[in-house]
């Protein structure tokens, strides 16, 4: 078994040197008609070093590579600074009151309502969470589902302020939206992606 490649596209590269291909790839055995991908080239030592192809609404767009990796950085530290909001003292004390707010509930339809309601959790069905708490407790499940930037709702569902981790929440605000923020493509669109 292979693939079949099928070019649809290929134009001059930025420098001239090589081209930006744009093939379409199906394994060549016929019972899985869905299962193909668009694959993009830039063939091109000198302009792979430089750029990247990628797809937007759509479209496939030449984008630096700095670019990229800048974001990529900024991924990173949001990352890091998450992690080291939640080992901070606020919240492990946020996390303790929440346990224990839980720990308070008279069942764990009632713990799920409290999570759900503040926002700590969201499309987590009663028999999953019955589930993990029963195997695994609470705890677990504020393992999985807290992260800092749960932290407000929390402090919201107790009673208590963010503000030692106010600095480092609104930080990571601007992360994400750096890190989500639209690319920005180099000249125009290349291709148009459909079939
Ligand atoms: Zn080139």
């Known amino acids: ?3 079949d490649r099928t070019e649809y596209h290929r134009e001059a590269c930025p420098c001239g040197g090589g081209h930006l291909v744009i093939e379409w ?3 060549d055995h016929s019972y899985q008609t869905s299962s193909g991908n ?7 030592e000198t302009c792979d070093r430089a750029y990247v192809l990628t797809s937007q609404d759509g479209s496939v767009i030449l984008v630096r590579r700095a670019d ?3 974001r990529r950085a900024l991924e990173r530290e949001g990352r890091d600074l998450c992690e080291k909001i939640m080992r901070s003292p606020h919240a492990r004390l ?4 929440l346990e224990k707010l839980l720990d308070e509930q ?4 009632a713990a799920h309502r409290v999570l759900t309601e503040s926002g700590v959790i969201y499309a987590y069905s009663i028999a999953r969470f019955r589930d993990r708490v029963r195997h695994d407790g609470y705890g677990c499940v504020v393992d999985d589902e807290l992260w800092a930037e749960k932290l407000p709702c929390v402090a919201a569902l107790i009673g208590r302020d963010t503000a030692p981790i106010d600095v480092d929440l609104r930080r990571v ?5 750096a890190a989500n923020a639209p690319d920005v493509p180099v000249g125009e669109p290349i ?3 459909r079939r």
């Open 1 to 3: 078994m292979g693939t």
């Open 25 to 27: 790839h199906e394994p």
């Open 38 to 44: 668009w694959a993009y080239f830039i063939k091109c």
């Open 68 to 70: 990229v990796e800048q």
């Open 94 to 97: 946020l996390r303790q009151e």
């Open 106 to 109: 008279r069942s764990m339809a």
């Open 173 to 177: 605000k601007e992360l994400r939206n």
């Open 191 to 193: 291709f148009q992606l």
